[in-house]
């Protein structure tokens, strides 16, 4: 099944997924306390997972799911491929370890070739716009309208697995959205960067570049929801405004209830 994928999926390596899984696992474990749920709704089928994404250039939830994903289901089981922006893969000395992980560009042709050979895929559509959202919207999914998914599990006719996260904002200090920063610098032009934030983080200290960070240690809860079948809820030509007011919706009132259980100490 390995030679029918393109290159840049090869790299996904079960044998090096196998030995760093327990030890990683445990850090992660200890670091950020995980609790991962619900991967009992996912149907023995190629599925798009789709979560909302958190805690900046480190992205926390990823590696988080990516562990417990693989400790599920096993690492050959059902393979799984996570899309992510180029910065990521192509990082210096990281991008090597996320690749091997199965982290790989974002692109749709990606998913359509996984699909067919059997795999998984995770996506974020909400991508750096949401992953350095403001820390008071920490709790709030923001895919900004993005519908891509929505056409390419509709197009694959694969499902839609939600995934909501919280704790992963608590790793870093997003203070404002940079938006408007990036369209000035025409960094979503030239670089695909949509937002440039002012951060607090380690070691960066306050900083105006979303540099990886060194994440803080933080609480990381995580709820895999119940399968959607685009197809079969939306049919042949679906109203894609209505799709992605549902999804969104379902994975708002998912997250929200997810976020209910961070407790707040109260001050007198």
Not at 10 to 39: Q, S
Not at 66 to 90: I, S
Not at 120 to 149: H, M, Q
Request: with cysteine; glycine share 8%; aromatic share 8%.
């Amino acid at each position: 099944m390995t030679e029918q994928l393109p290159v840049e999926l090869r790299e996904r390596d079960p044998e090096f997924i196998r030995a760093v899984l327990p030890p990683l696992w445990l850090a992660t474990t200890v670091w950020f306390r995980a609790e991962v749920h619900g991967f009992e709704h996912v149907p023995d089928e190629p599925v798009l997972f789709v979560g909302n994404h958190s805690g900046g250039g480190a992205t926390p939830d990823t590696f988080v799911f990516l562990l417990a994903y693989n400790t599920f289901f096993t690492v050959e089981g059902r393979p799984l491929y996570a899309l992510a922006h180029d910065t990521v893969t192509a990082a210096p000395g990281v991008g090597k370890l996320t690749r091997k992980l199965g982290v790989v560009p974002a692109a749709n042709s990606f998913s359509e070739r996984v699909f067919a050979s059997g795999g998984s895929t995770l996506v974020y559509p909400g991508g750096d716009i949401e992953a350095l959202r403001p820390w008071r919207d920490r709790n709030k999914i923001i895919f900004s309208g993005r519908k891509g998914f929505l056409r390419l599990a509709h197009r694959c006719d694969v499902k839609i697995v939600p995934v909501v996260a919280t704790g992963g904002h608590d790793t870093l200090m997003v203070l404002n959205d940079g938006r408007r920063t990036a369209k000035l610098l025409r960094l979503d032009k030239l670089a695909r960067v949509k937002s440039l934030p002012i951060t607090l983080s380690v070691p960066w200290g306050l900083s105006p570049l979303p540099l990886p960070q060194f994440p803080l240690p933080a609480k990381i809860r995580m709820q895999v929801l119940e399968p959607i079948d685009v197809r079969a809820r939306f049919g042949a030509k679906p109203d894609w405004d209505r799709a992605y007011d549902y999804v969104t919706s379902v994975m708002q009132v998912g997250l929200s209830k997810l976020a209910s259980k961070t407790v707040v100490p109260m001050v007198r």
